[in-house]
């Protein structure tokens, strides 16, 4: 708190979020990551990748692989890079099914035959802004992608202080 000069009133004068941006920066990586943990752990999922707006602006990227999974995060990070933006333009969630069946796959893997199993992408919002995309890989190929998308979508719109507690929003904890 300061004293205003002149006018002897105090005032609270608090730092504000913004003007921390390596304290807002690491917080934003954290929620990425967490969001990305989340869904990897919700839907099966093997490895995956984010995208996130830090606090300057910039876009950022970073990779996770569950242990015990195939490691397929190199090998398919043309596709996640595809999924990722388009699911940032369209501003929905989008699932290939079926990696192998997947012309466009084949392609963004120049050529390589895609893994078997399937990805899934969709933008990360807060509060109605989107701030990030994940893309996550599952070894199963999918026949229900209504339902991976619906789950992926409700992961990644879930408020981060449900996800921190490790329940849904609203949801309080057993006595």
Known sequence: MRTQEGKGVEEATWPRP??????????????A??????????????CGMVVYRDAGGRWNSDGLGL?????RLEEL?????????????????????????SPWSR???????????????????????????IAVY????????MEVMRQLTDVATEPLSALGSGRPE??????
């Open 33 to 46: 990551n967490l969001v990305l943990s989340r869904a990897l752990t919700i839907l099966g999922g093997a």
């Open 77 to 101: 990070t043309p596709v996640f890079e595809a999924l990722l933006e388009w699911s940032l333009y369209t501003e929905k969630p989008v699932v290939v099914g079926d990696l192998t069946k």
């Open 18 to 31: 913004d003007s921390h941006p390596a304290a807002t920066q690491h917080v934003r990586e954290m929620a």
């Open 138 to 145: 599952r070894v199963d190929a999918v026949t229900e992608s």
């Open 67 to 71: 242990p015990g999974q195939p490691d």
């Open 170 to 175: 609203g949801v309080a904890p057993q006595a």
């Open 107 to 133: 392609h963004l893997m120049q050529g390589s035959d895609p893994p078997t199993g399937s990805v899934a992408a969709t933008p990360i919002a807060q509060r109605g802004t989107i701030w990030g995309a």
